[in-house]
RNA sequence: GCGCUCUUAGCUCAGUUGGUUAGAGCGUACGCUUCACACGCGUAAGGUCGGAGGUUCGAAUCCUCCAGAGCGCACCA
């Protein structure tokens, strides 16, 4: 036996020789694997983590997930392709970098200039991208590295270039002036989904316009009012019938205003006044009601600074001064009828935190509702088809209702940002002339200063990753992908779009099961951030338990979808549960043998027809326990697998066999005792392989010693049928 | 407002989509330096499965209602 059994197992002395060695074996590589396999593809795309620094448990966990199904898979003999990369994460990664230059240098991404910014950006990536790379590796992920993917390298710019022409051509890229979320503190649009909203106390002002307007008006934004072109109320309101279709004029804090009054049935007669006088340029529902009555949409009052445009006495305001001044106006007018304190949802920026201003902007948008030409569907159908026909199937289940939900109220996405890092819109300008898709070769165009929303390349990353637009023999292979495994906060993000540019681009969905993996929280339940200082690095969990036991407890209990807490008790326990494969393997490989002048003899066997009532029963029972866990991961009941697994191995295996093998091996009965150590050799060979996915550097460890052993790795071993 | 989820042992959670005395980990109590392992072994306490009805031979599991917790979307003019 050799001398490290002797010793408690040492994770970190390891971990890291083991990776090395399965790297430099080139069996992650589905190309490389031995032949003899039936070689059909099984194939994950791994969720590109961010590139603005490291990895938290979150990644860890759905890292985890992915490596057990591919190691699963590669055993059972699969040409497993797991793709690893690295998401640009445009907003994220530019803000990031910009605050950390102002803090350093105290200068704006204005000072450097567009290309200085960009340079310092893709340094702080490739560094990012580096620690990223190690952080997978710590934690025995078995992907392919020679297919590693980036989101903004030159391969996936072209797939974005070419996604857009293509979408451009069809008619559903366009380029409008409508009202978007304007975040004035990233100076960027965002997309609705990047809207967060934060309940906080608001006033409600009622008040009229002038003295003699005969209806008044409740309002959180005193200053956007003299913006107002109209006043809705509700088709039905007696209140207001005689009043509609009559216009009036007043001058409200020095501006001249134009008030025509509609009736619209989106207004509530039970909030406020039951009258909404109506913003178009500086809020949704009152753009969309403008636009039915065809009333002025575009008068903007309110600036990119968030600062009034009006003239007088409220000219270059900030929003929240000018709301003082405009409510001061009011009641020193007698206009002011009643102020109430009331809870409001402000829209604020996901990711600067600053306070959304709907602005009318001219920008590029994907259009959901159009019906395609040739395919006689819209995006919008494209995106709810497969799933509601079950082609892609969600787990767990119910997210495929709140999919549904979503893609029904889904209304047009922006996607250009105004920001510097990213996918540069492939438009170019030059007069009234437009070209799409390439640079043109002749002079004097200039190309659309914005870059694409970060989920639109996000989007193409099934296929892109496989050389699309090329048609790839991968792209043949390997598309689509078997399941994806992500987070359920990305349902919307990322799992839609990549739905709609893969039916959009390939006319196929981009996988067949979506795994969504639930949030991981702290001992008290808090989601892990740097605010609370409860961060936990997969990397010092790995480094202080070993990446088997982190592995191990991300995994076992963890349903689908649940959110789960952490603890380092918890992880403990599975280091002990390392170390319990430790000493079991001890026993075995001390006991399971002859020793004759030195040499040692293994059974062979155990031959079925020998085995005594009680052996043949230990052998069906393992024999069940491998169809059970075989038909758990097969249905991604990963959690029961993992449970089941440990406690085989420690309640039945070590507590039970073990302990009743003791009086057979240390007795005099020959044929009994070789009958006992082939069946512990059986027994054990056969849990390794199957905790291989869920703790493969201990597994393989052990294996390594095994007489049983018939591979070069246990990584691709033979899973047991 | 629309939609979704959860409520099981002190704590954190399973319970494989109705089937024998409801499970695990941690914790607790007691006892063990037993020659694989103290990163261990053994034993024990602890649950009317949120409440009330219903379907069924049979319900933690399915249906209805109620109570509490959480989440998503929309919106608050």
Known sequence: MPEKFLKPFDPSATEGRIYAEWEKSGYFNPDNLPEGSNKQPFTIMMPPPNATGVLHMGHALGLTIQDILIRYKRMCGFATLWLPGTDHAAIATQSKVEKEISKKEGKSRHDLGRDELLKRIDAFVAESRSTIEKQIRVLGASCDWSREAFTLDDTRNRAVNTLFKHMYDAGLIYRGNRIVNWDPKGQTTISDDEIVYEERPAKLYTFRYSKDFPIPIATTR???????????????????????????DAVFCDVPIHIKIVADKEVDPAFGTGAVGLTPAHSHIDWDIAERHALTHEVMVINEYAKMTVSGCLEGKKTTDAREIVVEWLTNEGLLEKTKDIQQNVATAERTGGVIEPLPKLQWFVEVNKEILGRNKTLKEMMLDPVRSGSIAMMPEHFEKTYVHWIENLRDWCISRQIWYGHR???WYKGEEIVVGAA?????????????????????????TLGWPDNTADLERFHPTDVLVTAYELIFFWIARMILMTEFALNTIPFRTVYFTGIIRDAKGQKFSKSLGNGADPIDIVEKFGADAARMTLVVGNTPGTDMRLSDDKIKGYKHFANKLWNIARFVLANANEEKNGNKTWPSGPERDHLSPREHELLTECDALTQDVTKDLEEYRIYLAADKLYHYAWHELADKILEESKPILSGSDAPAKASRQALLLTLFDRTLRLLHPFMPFVTEEIYQSMPTRDSEFLMIAKWPE
């Open 222 to 248: 005193p200053e956007t009012k003299v913006g107002d072109v109209a006043v809705a109320v509700h088709p039905d309101d007696a209140r207001y019938q005689s009043y509609v279709g009559k216009e009036f």
């Open 425 to 427: 819109v492939p438009v």
């Open 440 to 464: 043109p070769a002749d002079e004097g165009w200039t190309q659309d200063e914005d870059t694409l929303d970060t989920w639109f390349s996000s989007g193409s990353w099934t296929f892109s």
